[in-house]
T-cell receptor
Framework: QQQVKQSPQSLIVQKGGISIINCAYENTAFDYFPWYQQFPGKGPALLIAIRPDVSEKKEGRFTISFNKSAKQFSLHIMDSQPGDSATYFCAASNDYKLSFGAGTTVTVRA | ETGVTQSPTHLIKTRGQQVTLRCSSQSGHNTVSWYQQALGQGPQFIFQYYREEENGRGNFPPRFSGLQFPNYSSELNVNALELDDSALYLC?????????????FGPGTRLTVL
């Protein structure tokens, strides 16, 4: 049972473009929403995270938008670079465990 | 400050065998969580250890067991291996005890079951 639904499964963006990844959840007890970046053969690396009392958080080229009433959150990657080509996972948690989305493979074309 | 390390990097086993994977948590972290990541999927939570006690468990059978040591390093043991156990096994460490804090992942152990 997927507690966090992520879309799209993959996307291709030109260098300098904007990548947008969306996630939706059902469990209103979730209180922490991180995004992870994973390169092939590596473990996930924390990119940015948000708590539900905030509607937006920006760190460099990465922005999380959070809509508590819709139970949705999204990651925007601005000015996408070839080095951003990776798989991105949204996640949500309450208590002790992270529930991950299925992942989005982002390809940035030079 | 050292990050999360895992060993071995890769492992090949045959069906029915047993395997032990190891994880050293990041300096200052007292909580370790284990995840299974099948190819092309997101990580799935197996269990978490806090101060040597199991703190929570996901939907995995009892043949998946773990241990945490006084220095907060951890082991994941899988008995009676099945083909579907082939996956990347990730360890994540965090600070703060009961309840979730930011989890930092290791590079994983790639287990192949033949």
């Amino acid at each position: 049972q997927q507690q966090v639904k992520q879309s799209p499964q993959s996307l291709i963006v030109q260098k300098g473009g904007i990548s947008i990844i969306n996630c939706a959840y059902e469990n209103t007890a979730f209180d922490y929403f991180p995004w992870y970046q994973q390169f092939p053969g590596k473990g996930p690396a924390l990119l940015i995270a948000i708590r539900p009392d905030v509607s937006e958080k920006k760190e460099g080229r990465f922005t999380i938008s959070f809509n508590k009433s819709a139970k949705q959150f999204s990651l925007h990657i601005m000015d996408s670079q070839p080095g951003d080509s990776a798989t991105y996972f949204c996640a949500a948690s309450n208590d002790y465990k992270l529930s991950f989305g299925a992942g989005t493979t982002v390809t940035v074309r030079a | 400050e050292t990050g999360v390390t895992q060993s071995p990097t890769h492992l090949i086993k045959t069906r029915g065998q047993q395997v032990t994977l190891r994880c050293s948590s990041q300096s200052g972290h007292n909580t370790v969580s284990w995840y299974q990541q099948a190819l092309g999927q997101g990580p799935q939570f197996i269990f978490q250890y806090y101060r040597e006690e199991e703190n929570g468990r996901g939907n995995f059978p009892p043949r998946f067991s773990g241990l945490q040591f006084p220095n907060y390093s951890s082991e994941l043991n899988v008995n009676a291996l099945e083909l579907d156990d082939s996956a990347l096994y990730l360890c994540a460490s965090s600070q703060g005890g009961l309840g979730l804090d930011t989890q930092y992942f290791g590079p994983g152990t790639r287990l192949t079951v033949l």
